[in-house]
């Protein structure tokens, strides 16, 4: 079974600094019901402008898994912490409720493009975790690259929720197949591009989640950039 959410349905909030498109929210400030894929409770995409930041409080304890597209995001939050992640960086952390936490782009003259998944914990008071890499481009050519897991495999970050986080850069008409164990689930995000997902066009910004299927099966159809999650059994 393919749930598929398209680039247009995504919620999309615009300021005079930043956009941010969600594909999924962990919270709603009009009372609507979050939405949510298992143990993926946010998947958001956001375009800051130069020198544009932003303070958020997270009500509850999550993962946070953050890939810089384009350009820098800095970061620090009220614990100490702070840092910056670059393009091409991916990154994970742990995130306490209560923490605040403030993200801006240094630069005065480019934009951040930056993409998040927030995953709901798999236990009660998460390990604080702060860790990030590059993954260059060639490592990510054709192929999944692993850029998260529980074990930390193949030099990848690691994780506490039973997730497998991909990262993909294809040709035109390159072709992949990811296999799914019995109860496991995937969701499949476009970065830019466009591919075909069985015989689904996909295009830069939608989403599809696969279920109950052997295999996710997707094609390029021009120059492509995917995350792809493998989750477990979804609660």
Known sequence: MIT???NTERRHIKSGTHDSWHTFHDHDLSG???????????????????????????REEAEVFTYT?????AQEDSTGNSGVVHAG??????????IRHKETNPSATDSAHV???????????????????R???AQRHNLL????????????????????????ILDPGHHLVHELLPGRSVWLHLICGAATLHDI???????????????????????????????????
Do not use: W
Request: glycine share 10%.
């Open 4 to 6: 598929l959410r398209k």
């Open 145 to 168: 690259c692993v850029v998260a897991s529980p074990d930390g495999r193949k030099g990848s970050l690691r994780i506490q929720q039973d997730a497998l986080v991909y990262s993909s």
């Open 32 to 58: 609507e019901p979050a939405e949510n894929f298992g143990p993926v409770t946010a998947f958001i995409e956001t375009l800051l402008a130069p020198g544009a930041g932003y303070v958020s409080l997270p």
């Open 89 to 98: 960086e991916f990154q994970h952390m742990s995130t306490g409720r209560g």
């Open 201 to 235: 066009v996909l295009n830069q910004g939608d989403g599809a989640g696969v279920t109950i299927e052997p295999s996710v099966s997707l094609t390029a159809v021009e120059s492509t950039e995917v995350l792809l999650i493998d989750l477990g059994s979804m609660p």
């Open 135 to 137: 993954f260059p481009a």
């Open 115 to 133: 993409f998040r998944i927030s995953l709901r914990p798999s236990q009660v008071g998460l390990d604080c975790v702060h860790e990030q890499k």
């Open 69 to 73: 597209y384009k350009g820098a995001l």
